[in-house]
């Protein structure tokens, strides 16, 4: 049996841990030949142990001449999955300049920076799929304590919207996707990070969703795999939310 995505490669940033790493495994299950890159070589060790079809590179996505390197190395991707991103926790009162700017970078100028390393080549050979990662917690929705992460996020989608009617005639598309809350490794640092009673914080992000649990990072991946393959041909400059009601 074929995969949906045989004989397709793709490049994914923050693949060492949760969505990342998810849909790297998701997207060789499905025949693509898979190049993993994260911050944190250990991590990209043991996934590259546990599937073939994914080779890792370790990348820092603020490094803007080692992004520009990793586009040089691997030439034109079918898939480029945009995965980096963190949370700063606070109120506009308690963010610094520092954590917004690092926010920004990190979470957004990332972006820039692979698409921009990216692009050339995958407009030039006509076909290409990015897919960047924001969240419903963004131009979606305003949620308590996530100034600085809402607002990155919802310039994600702003960036994917502006890049896809710039490509659409390029036969390259670009969405994104806007999870609610799902359990990840950073996640559960969070939870632990809040203090106080963790099965209390736990249930404070679980009520956050009206089907009454967290998503996981294969349901994320599957909406991945799916914007990344041809199924998804017609379907450009998108925000997916996937939250179990939490945009509700
Ligand atoms: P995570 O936060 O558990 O892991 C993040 C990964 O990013 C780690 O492997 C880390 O090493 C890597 N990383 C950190 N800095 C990096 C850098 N400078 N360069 C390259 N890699 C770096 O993963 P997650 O919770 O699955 O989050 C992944 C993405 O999904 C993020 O963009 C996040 O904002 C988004 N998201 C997560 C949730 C959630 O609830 N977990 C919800 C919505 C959106």
Redesign the pocket.
């Known amino acids: 049996m074929t995969g949906r995505l045989q004989g397709k490669t793709a490049f994914i940033?923050?693949a060492?841990?949760?969505?990342?790493r998810a849909t790297a495994l998701a997207f060789a299950s499905e025949g693509a030949r898979v190049v993993a890159?994260?911050?944190?070589g250990q991590?990209l060790a043991a996934l590259e142990r546990e599937a073939r079809g994914i080779s890792t590179m370790r990348?820092?996505?603020?490094d803007s001449a080692a992004v520009s390197a990793a586009a040089a190395a691997h030439g034109a991707p079918d898939i480029l999955f945009n995965?980096?991103?963190?949370?700063h926790q606070g109120t506009i009162l308690d963010c610094s300049e520092d954590n917004w700017d690092l926010s920004f970078d990190?979470?957004v100028k990332s972006m820039y920076r692979t698409i921009r390393a990216f692009l050339p080549a995958m407009m030039a050979a006509g076909r290409g799929s990015i897919i960047n990662?924001a969240?419903?917690?963004s131009s979606l929705k305003g949620v308590p304590s996530r100034v600085a992460y809402g607002a990155t996020?919802a310039a994600v989608i702003g960036l994917t919207k502006a890049v896809a009617a710039d490509t659409v005639a390029k036969g390259v598309r670009c969405n994104a996707i806007a999870?609610?809350?799902?359990d990840?490794?950073?996640?559960g640092e969070r939870i632990r990070a809040l203090g106080g009673d963790e099965a209390h914080n736990r249930s404070a992000f679980i009520a956050r969703q009206p089907v009454g649990r967290l998503g996981t990072?294969e349901e994320i991946a599957a909406m991945a795999v799916y914007l990344a393959s041809d199924e998804a041909a017609f379907v450009t400059g998108q925000a997916f939310i996937i939250d179990g009601g939490m945009a509700l």
């Open positions: 940033t923050a060492g841990q949760g969505i990342g890159s994260d911050i944190n991590a990348l820092d996505v603020r995965c980096a991103g963190f949370v990190l979470n990662m969240s419903v917690v996020k999870p609610g809350t799902v990840t490794p950073s996640l990072a």
